[in-house]
């Protein structure tokens, strides 16, 4: 059975890229440092252990520069990880009680009263519902706490 929608992780090539000092969306090499422990990798959308290398970078995931091309910084694991496959089910980096899930449009501008902060276990959900709406193109996953980029859905 196809899911409706899809979770779709940063893309391997971009992953690679940074990984070999490509800049970031400020145009800074990436900052390499030690997880303590429980940072998402935008990758393989599963957890950077304590004591693996990872990356933070400023990162804009849109085509092209605009006023809703939000930037923000992630944390990327420092060695190659396998990118996230189970695109139908949630992805295990989502460990917070909830998130900022949005539709984004065509011109990948924010589709207004799409926004709002919905609790884990009800993103699919949310998700099918928003991309049941034909101006709505994709939607993000970001962090209700901080609006960081998680990840990006799709129609399935």
Same mark, same amino acid.
């Given at each position: 059975?196809?899911?409706? #929608?899809?979770?779709? $992780?940063?893309?391997?090539?971009?992953?690679?890229?940074? /990984?070999? +000092?490509?800049?970031?969306?400020?145009?800074?090499?990436?900052?390499?440092?030690?997880? $303590?422990?429980?940072?998402? &990798? /935008?990758?393989?959308? +599963?957890?950077?252990?304590?004591?693996?290398?990872?990356?933070? *970078?400023?990162?804009?995931?849109?085509?092209?520069?605009?006023?809703?091309?939000?930037?923000?910084?992630?944390?990327?694991?420092?060695? !190659? &990880?396998?990118?996230?496959? !189970?695109?139908?089910? *949630?992805?295990?980096? *989502?460990?917070?009680?909830?998130?900022?899930?949005?539709?984004? +449009?065509?011109?990948? /501008? #924010?589709?207004?009263?799409? +926004?709002?902060?919905? %609790?884990?276990?009800? #993103?699919? %959900?949310?998700?099918?519902? *928003?991309?049941?709406?034909?101006? #709505?193109?994709?939607?993000?996953?970001?962090? !209700? /706490?901080?609006? &960081?980029?998680? &990840?990006?859905?799709?129609?399935?």
């Amino acid at each position: 059975m196809t899911s409706a #929608i899809r979770f779709l $992780p940063m893309p391997s090539a971009e992953a690679a890229a940074y /990984r070999d +000092g490509a800049p970031d969306a400020y145009g800074l090499v990436p900052e390499r440092r030690v997880s $303590p422990g429980g940072y998402p &990798c /935008r990758h393989c959308l +599963g957890e950077i252990a304590a004591g693996e290398a990872y990356l933070t *970078l400023a990162y804009r995931p849109f085509p092209a520069l605009q006023p809703y091309a939000e930037t923000g910084p992630i944390f990327l694991h420092a060695e !190659a &990880c396998p990118q996230y496959e !189970a695109t139908e089910v *949630l992805p295990p980096m *989502l460990g917070s009680p909830d998130y900022i899930v949005r539709g984004y +449009g065509h011109d990948d /501008r #924010i589709v207004y009263g799409s +926004g709002g902060v919905v %609790a884990t276990e009800a #993103i699919m %959900a949310r998700a099918e519902v *928003l991309l049941g709406n034909p101006d #709505i193109a994709y939607v993000h996953v970001r962090s !209700a /706490r901080n609006n &960081c980029y998680q &990840c990006r859905i799709e129609r399935g």
